[in-house]
């Protein structure tokens, strides 16, 4: 199992964009699609977009669609979400999850520890 | 999008009796390769989901036998065999079949 490890906390204010990012260790990236899921306080959990590390193709959900971006570096060793024009809403865990890309399903195998971003004025 | 539907929202549950978690899909999870994109997690207090079961019924890795999952279309079921103080938490059911994917509202276990 790749080894999944993010950024820092982060407190944004409204307007703004965060960047959130996911080292992979153990594994080469490029053998996963990178999840991002999001967690509000006290909610289920919304899962965000994909990115396959391998191709970089990536996939929004609608909901986020023209405000995320989900991308990897150069030397494809560390995953990233941007999300911008924040509101108070975006208040949240942003969890990273892995996917083998080898293995049929979608299933999420591998978390990183999660963000917090708060958003406030 | 396809909304999932997890019973009950609140499972108190003696320790050494089994549990069971019912998901409902509002479409097939039925994949044209056979498998069933049906995941389950659980999220313990402060940590991250962790896997449990994927494709339906595929339990993953070290995960105790005591945990399996059946189920067929859009109608899915966990069962604890046997509950232990570890497993108090949220259980969350996903689907990944069609972006985006989509989890159920979860079901809190914990211990009576």
Redesign the interface.
């Known amino acids: 199992q790749v080894q999944l490890v993010q950024s820092g906390a982060e407190v944004k204010k409204p307007g703004a964009s965060v960047k959130v990012s996911c080292k992979a260790s153990g594994y080469s990236l490029t053998a996963y699609v990178i999840h991002w899921v999001r967690q509000a306080p006290g909610q289920s959990l919304e899962w965000m977009g994909r990115l396959n590390a391998d191709s970089g193709d990536t996939r929004y959900s609608q909901k986020f669609q023209g405000r995320v971006i989900i991308a990897r570096d150069t030397s494809a060793t560390t995953a990233y979400m941007e999300l911008s024009s924040l509101r108070s809403e975006d208040t949240a865990i942003y969890y990273c999850a892995g996917t083998p890309i080898a293995v049929p399903g979608n299933q999420l195998d591998s978390w990183g520890q999660g963000t917090m971003v708060s958003v406030s004025s | 999008d396809i909304v999932m539907t997890q019973s009950p929202l609140s499972l108190p549950v003696t320790p050494g009796e089994p549990a069971s978690i019912s998901c409902r899909s509002s479409q097939s999870l039925l994949?044209s390769?056979g498998?069933y994109?049906l995941?389950w997690?659980l999220q313990k207090a402060g940590q991250?989901?962790?896997?449990l079961i994927?494709?339906g019924s595929n339990r993953?890795?070290g995960v105790p036998d005591r945990f399996s999952g059946s189920g067929s279309g859009t109608d899915f079921t966990l069962r604890i065999s046997r509950v232990e103080a570890d497993d108090v938490g949220i259980y969350?059911c996903?689907q990944?079949?069609q972006?985006?994917?989509?989890?159920?509202?979860?079901t809190r276990l914990d211990i009576k």
């Open positions: 994949h390769n498998h994109y995941d997690y991250s989901p962790q896997l994927y494709l993953a890795s969350y996903m990944g079949i972006a985006p994917f989509t989890f159920g509202q979860g």
